[in-house]
Each structure stands twice: as C-alpha cells, then as structure tokens.
C-alpha cells in the first residue's frame, strides 16, 4: 500500500474529465504473439465464447475461444514422454508424432489483435467437418507445460494433443448450465475448466438451427443434445483416439494405452464395444458422445422457459425441489425431472458451490426478468401466493405513476430556468426535490456544481446569487483560516506534546486513507510532485509518491478535524475560528470515502470542504465513538425487515444474521463500495433532497435485500455466507432499477403505517403499553428536534418487546424508529450521548 | 483419501490499519498484491483450502477494519475462532505497541474456553520497506512474542510475497490443534509449541 513502485506508468492527475470511470485494471494482459518467432501457426478449427471462470463472480469471466492449431514442425522430444508407469501405446489410430503436431488451445478474445480476432470469427464460422482448405495463420499460442491456479486469469495456452492425458467432458446439466471441459495434462494437472456459452455462441445457435431444419430434430443423432464441447470432441478424433471411460462416464481419455483403459473401467471386451461405437457412431441408438443426459436435455430445451422461471426462486436447492416435485400446477414432466436421484445427486455434489449457483441463479433469474416479466410472474404465482412477500409487482405498481419525463436527469438550463432574474428560487423547493430525486442532475455539465450546495444544505433555497456570492466569499476566507490554525499549530510546536502526539497520529491515518481511496478515478490516480514530508511513508526519494488533489484531500480531511475538536484551554483566544457544535470525532474511515466525491466534483478546496461540513451534520452518527448511530441504524433496518417481509426476517434468524451486520459498509459510507462512481454520485444527490424521508439510504438497503431474497433463502444457511455474498453483491447491483425498488418499499411502508394507525384508533383494547409506546412515537415525530441518541440502549429493549409481542398475537406495532422513516428531518445524534472518549476494557482507544 | 468430515477453521487477522492485513490474506489466498486495496469497512473472509498432515480444511480467514471504533459492532464472527493473527507494521511503532490491546479485545470478545492456551500468531509486515525505516527490530519482537507465551512470529511482506505461505501454514496447523483440542474437552495441553523449531526462512524463531 505503501509502496508506490509503479508510479512511472501512472499518469499524471488530468485537471478536468474526472467523471469519467476507468477500471484501473492490473496488470496487463499477455498477448500471444510471440516476438521471437515470426511464423504462425495453422488455425484448424475454433469454437468462440468459450469462457474461463477465474471466480464464482460471472462480472470475471474471460471470454475467449478454443481452437485446435497445427505448428509447422514437432516440437522437442520431451513432448514424446510416454504416459507414467505404462508400457506401450495400443491402437492408437494415429501416431504420437501427429499428436504433438496439433494443439489444443485457448486464447482470450481480449488478448488478440483485431486482424487475428477475425480470423479466429472466420474459423469458426466455417462450420465445417473438416479444417479449411485455406491456410488461416494465426500467432503461435504459449505452450502450457504445467497448470498453476494462480495463473487464472487473462493468458492464452496451449497443449499438444500428445500431451493430453484425459479431457473431463461436462455437458450442459442441471449444475451446470454451461457444459465444459477440463484438459488434464500427462503431467498430472489440469487447465482451467472452459465453459461453453452456447447460447452467446454463433456458430453453436446456426449448427443447432441447421440440425433442426436438416432432421427436424434438436437433439440430433442418437437423442443427443448438442452443444459446443461436442464439436471439441469431434475435432479431436480426426487426430487422436478419444475413449469415453465407463467407469467415469465424464472422462475421455486421449490416445489411451490398455492401461488406462484398465484402470477406467474397460475391460476388453467393453472396450471393443466401445470401439465400434466409435466407428459406427451415426448408427448406433445411443453414441457414446459427450451429449446431454435426456433428462438435462429434457430439462434444458423443453421445458427451459419454465426452468428459467424456477431459477429465480428454486435453483434447484433439494428442498424446493421437494416443494417442486409435490407441486400439483408443476407439469408432471418437472415433477419427475425434479425427483430424478440424479439431480438429487447433483444437489449434493454442487453442495459447496452453494455460493456459486446462489449467483448463477441470480445471474439467469436476471436474465430472464430482462426477457419476460410474466415468466417470473407465473412462477411466483405458481409458488408463492401468500400475501407476506414482497411483490415486485405491487412494487412496481406503486411507482407506476411516476412519468418517464421525471426520470430524465435535470441539466444545466432545466435547474438555471429554475431561478428569477435575482438568482432566488422560482418554484418550491419540494419541486427541486422531486425532478433531483426521481431524475438526478446531468453528470456532464456541470450542473452538480451548481445544485450540490443547495441540496446539502449550504445554500439556502430561498437565497439570491448575490447572497450566495457573499456567503462563499465569506466561506472561503473561514476556510483559509480553519486551514491555517493547525497548519501554524504544527509548525510552530505550539502544541502540548500529548496533543501533538495525537494529531501526528491523526495526520497519519488520513494520509493512509487518501492514499487509497478512489484511487482509480483519473483525478486521484497519478503521482506527479514530490511528497512534502519526508517522514511519512508515502515519501519516496525516487519516485513523486502524491499528486495535488491527494494532498487538497488531506488538508481538507485535517481541517475538518481542526472544526470539528474543540479547541483545548490553552488554545483558546478571541481569534481562533471556533465551531460551536463540534462533535469532536476525530478522523474516521470512511470520511475520506465520504468526501472525495465533493471534491472531485467541486474542484475547489473552500467550497467541498464546507459541502463536507453539511453532508456530516447527517453521517456523523455513523463515525461515533459508541457506534451508536450505526446500531440505531442496523436496528431500524431489522424492524423494517420485519414489518416489510416477515418470511425474510425469519429465515435471516434462522440463519443468525439479523444482527443486519452484513450491511454495515452499505450503511457507513452511503453504498459508496457498492456502486461505481458515476452512480454513487446519482444515488447521493437522490438521498441528500430527504424527498420522502432523510433516511431512504435505509430503503434502498431493503431494495437490494429483496432483489436477492429468494436466493439468499434458498441458498444461504450462515451469517458467513450472508455476509460474503451481500459484501459481493459489490459492483453487481442496478442502481436505476433499486431506486425504483426502493421508492415502491417506501410508499408500502407509508400505507402500512397508515393502515396500522387506522386500525390502532379504533382500537378493540389496546394494551397500555402500546399506547404509550405510540405516545413516544408521537413526541418524537413532533418533537422540534429530532434525535436519536442513546435509541442504541433503549431501543434493545424496544425490539425485544415487539418481537414478543408480534410473536404473541401479531400485531403490528409501529416502533417509534420505524415511524421516524416516514420524516423528512435529518436525524442527528444527541450532543450528549457521546460525552467524553469511553476506553474499551481492551485498551483500544481511539 | 482424506477423511471426509469437512473441516473449517475460523482465522481472525487483527491489528491498526493499514498494516497490511487486507494485502496478506490476499497475497495468500489469491496470489495478488495491489497498492490500491482500499482501507476494509465492516468485514470480510476469504477461504482456502488447505492440507495440514494430510487433513483437508478449510481456512477462513477474517479481514476487519482496523479502526478501533470499528470493533465493538463486529464481534459476531470472533465468536467460534480457532486462530488469532496480529499484524503490525514494522516501519510503525504505535502498531506495535498496540498488538497487546488487539490480543486483549480478541480474548475479551471471542472469550474462548481457555485464553492461555488460545493460538495467537504475530505477524510484523511489509519488511520489504528497508532497513532504514524499520522501527521495530525482529529480537525486540521476538523477545515480545516470547513472552507471552511464545507466540510464533514471522517477518512478512505481502508485497514480495515473503514468508506469507510459512506464516498461514502455521496458522492453519495451530487452528486445526485448537479445534481439536476443543472438540475433544481441551486434552491439548499446549498447541502453542508445536512450531516452536519450525526455523523458516527470515524468521529467528
């Protein structure tokens, strides 16, 4: 972190065009073209869409194409190496010498040239049974002599047919819905498994309408379904022997010797069976190719839209599939597809991969809801007709009124046709509100600038430009003197020593943070002037080691420390600029996360530093001390759960995590290491206008928990697991489809309440202390003041009462902090609660 | 073949930030070194599976934030955690001293059975910084480790991949005598030694 070794390829920090995400990727990618050799090497056959998955994550799949290649000459007898522990090689059709001629290979699409990419395109489109008569060069591909897992990622590779020990055929299945193969080496290790996205891959969809057209049939001979690892296959027995094992139905041993047909389950006489299955192949009823089983095949092409619409709430977990198979509105095909032991045996295998197929569920439900909403639709219907869920569609219907023109982002003549000539507001300002909220501001030009200091507060609505123009003025000079207190405080050694001792730590820790964060937007990115402190870390003789918008962010951050600790007795005097309400946090991460997007769209030290001051006034209750604002928060988030979806509730204790943890970070920094940048800054401008309550950030948390409850019911069975897949839900989550989502919850939430408060005033015989507990929610909604200090002891209490309660004769309480939601006043910690630094029995004090 | 029974073992890596616990569990796990992790909020774990003396396991390795003011909401995972890394700086005295406040809250939030014989590792990173700004000298560590009941140590750096390997190895054999010890009543009388001339490379162990 430290270390800034590879600032020479930094570039330097741009001055404008900040807006603008890059992926700061490392590294960079391979590229195949050897420079030593100048000759290529012959394309024979390529399949496109052939992806590797270096993580569960379907954001990292690399996409790329298999190909097999012929080079010109033998490579080094080393090649030749016979199979461990065998004698010789039997009935190999061909002999080695060819099959160390040909590769297999794989090569990302990423890492080609454009003129190379379109041969690859060309190759594969040919589509035809026997190579192109026509020489296709293409760079020579690095050969992989061993496999090493850390090498997952963006590199092209290669083997010698001679080299391949065995392929692990997986055809499309239930577990799978890509079919693959893993090559496993002579050597012993494997390469990365290769996923067949067919249904991305063209030449796949025409030979599959092809073999429709030609035989009316889908599946194609023998009843088997095609797929892309066919074609491989068939490819390598021009050149190679390719025996199906019948222990391992799965394995295809490449030019096998006796031994390891032996050792695979063939005993001789199988063997010959096997053999003439090979060569008669088109005639036989069922051909030993790596087809579908009938059952995925059943499974996957009749019945795969209503597949598609299971996957979203079953994936297949045994239970469902139970639930599924004993469905009498479920076709009785599923049924029995679904209590096949094979899928059962499927389900158990995957067991581990729970996370994996939680995602790919996710991935397909996804997929299909983008096609077809009824398919969802009909699903749920079919399932879940109970009226505790949370119905996408009442959500939807909810925010249906809501014009497109009003989803438009508002741009720089829209917001200036706001104001008269005096530069004062023209329309109310709940209108603002409503075009910002529903709509955001243009992120090109400029506007943010312009409306970010209203909506945080800095300006007042009713002001006039010429009033604003003083108030920065004003600002600005403030800034330079808060800036210059501790600046002269450290030069001077004015300072007691303890206290110095403590800004020096302070002055760190920001430093730390600045370094490492958004590190990736281009204003941040480059290093380019020397670091002025040769003490600190970052100090680097060498190399610049910072760049100036780094060190505005730490005197920003330093001078934000110095507003807000209250000053010690010996500082006092008439001069010091002096912040009345200081809340004395010190520096905490996740401010740095908090500001840089000001900055960065600001430009101007003065006036993000004082849009900082405002936004804090709202997330200080995160940074304290006692985290209490963070409890308080983690537990209204639990009542709303409740209240919104009891059925997610209960399988979220069931599973140990309504401790609502898992949101933490979300909540901390406003979703800032959810989003990518460009819509962190939309979602912000949408929570600071407080339009239907100052904390929607809590509803938008909701929204990404319901877009992921089924899966998350289904498939996760611990916190750990919660937590690891909400912390992944990271750079994965539609903002402009959560907003709606989360605008639908709300308004659900509003008629609840009302309903409840209805309800509760012609009361049978309200217990007293419901109503009393009512009282409370009344003072605190009318209360001048909003605070929710010390709810983090009190509030404990609260939920455990209503739980009782709800348990007891389920009815619904509105809990003073869930009616706090439907206020559009920014809740602020009590100044009392956080009297005085507490230190932890640990000694841990900061 | 391995024995079936899946084991998980619970790691939780401690210590100021940005020591560098982010970067070692990543060099660990995923062979990658980035200077652009950002500072952890809240929590999160990387797995990898493992093979001590022929077991299959499966570490789980907890990543936390390493500001104190942090710790007193995520205590839920230190719960049923066989191994405990502290990791400080060794340019960085403050996160030195403060490995003894970090042992204390581990012990105070995960309470296991018996805190004397918990397995604690001590890990001083980024050692590829140079001699000229270390701050804390490997026999004043040692002496450190040694003292509280000869905790393994091991000088580390996640960005050249120095002794990563070593250290988790030995994280993962001290979780798995734990979990042992406390799945059958706490016979192990003392896990802790068992590494004690494991002498690796650049550590004086």
Sequence with gaps: MTHQASSSRDPPSPSASFYDVSDDEEGGYSTIAHANSGRGVKLLFSKSKVYVHPTPSAKDNIAGFVALVQQKSAPLASDERERPGTSSSSQSKKDNDDASKY?????????????????????????????????????????????????????????????????????????????????????????????????????????????????????????????????????????????????????????????????????????????????????????????????????????????????????????????????????????????????????????????????????????????????????????????????????LDAVEGIPDGKRRPVNMKEWKGYFDAQGRLQITEDEVKERVFHGGLDPEDGVRKEAWPFLLGLYEWNSTSGERRAQMNSLRDQYIRLKGQWWERMIDDQAAPEQEEWWREQKNRIEKDVHRTDRHIPLFEGEDIPHPDPTSPFYNEQSPGTNVHMEQMKDMLLTYLEYDTPPSEQQKSPDLLVNSHPQNLGYVQGMSDLLSPLYAVFQDDALAFWCFTHFMQRMSRNFVRSQAGMRAQLNTLDQLVQLLDPKLYVHLQKVDSTNFFFFFRMLLVWYKREFEWSDVLRLWESLWTDYYSSQFHLFIAVAILEKHRDVIMEHLRGFDEVLKYVNELSNTIDLQSTLIRAEGLFKRFEKTVQAVDKKNNFPAAPTPEVRQRQGKGKDAEEGDKLTAGGQGASSSNDVNHKRTESQADKEKVISPELRLLLSRKIVMLDENAEAGARTRASGLKD | MASRKKVLLKVIILGDSGVGKTSLMNQYVNKKFSTSYKATIGADFLTKEVTVDDRIVTLQLWDTAGQERFQSLGVAFYRGADCCVLVYDVNSSKSFETLDSWRDEFLIQASPRDPDSFPFVVLGNKVDMGEERRMITQKRAHTYCQQRGQMPYFETSAKDNVNVEQAFEVIARNALLQEESEEYGGDFSDPININLDQDREGCAC
Aim: hydrophobic letters at 35%.
């Design chain 1, 103 to 395: 590769l297999l290979a794989w090569v990302p699409e990423s890492s080609l040239a454009q003129d190379d990419f379109s041969t690859y395109v060309k190759v594969d489109m040919k589509d035809a049974e026997t190579p192109p008569k026509q020489s296709y060069l293409v760079p020579p591909l690095p050969v992989a002599s061993y496999y090493d897992d850390s090498n997952v990622g963006p590199y092209a590779f290669s083997l010698p047919l001679s080299q391949i020990y065995s392929i692990l055929v997986r055809p499309p299945s239930i577990g799978w819905w890509f079919g693959s193969i893993v090559i496993n080496t002579k050597s012993g290790s494997s390469l990365p498994a290769l996923f067949f996205h067919d249904s991305e891959c063209e030449s796949t969809i025409l030979q599959k309408k092809r073999r429709q057209r030609e035989s009316f049939d889908p599946f194609g001979e023998g009843g088997d379904l095609f797929w892309g690892g066919d074609v491989v296959i068939r490819w390598l027995k021009r050149y190679v022997t390719v025996e199906r094992s019948t222990a391992e139905p799965s394995v295809y041993l490449v030019n096998p010797t006796e031994e390891d047909l032996y050792g695979f389950g063939q005993g001789r006489k199988s063997l010959e069976g096997q053999k003439s299955d090979n060569n008669f192949q088109g005639q036989k009823k069922k051909p030993p190719g790596p087809g579908m089983d009938p059952l995925t095949k059943t499974l996957k092409e009749t019945r795969w839209k209503l597949l598609e619409s299971f996957a979203k709430i079953t994936t297949f977990a045994r239970k469902t599939a139970d639930d599924l198979a004993n469905n009498n509105n479920v076709p009785p095909q599923m049924r029995r597809l679904l209590q096949n032991p094979e899928v059962q045996t499927i389900q158990d295998e995957f067991d581990s991969a729970r996370l994996y197929l939680a995602r790919w569920a996710m991935g397909i439900a996804e997929q299909s809801e983008r096609e077809k909403r009824q398919r969802i639709f009909t699903a749920r219907d079919v399932l879940d007709t109970e009226d505790t869920d949370v119905g996408e569609f009442e959500l």
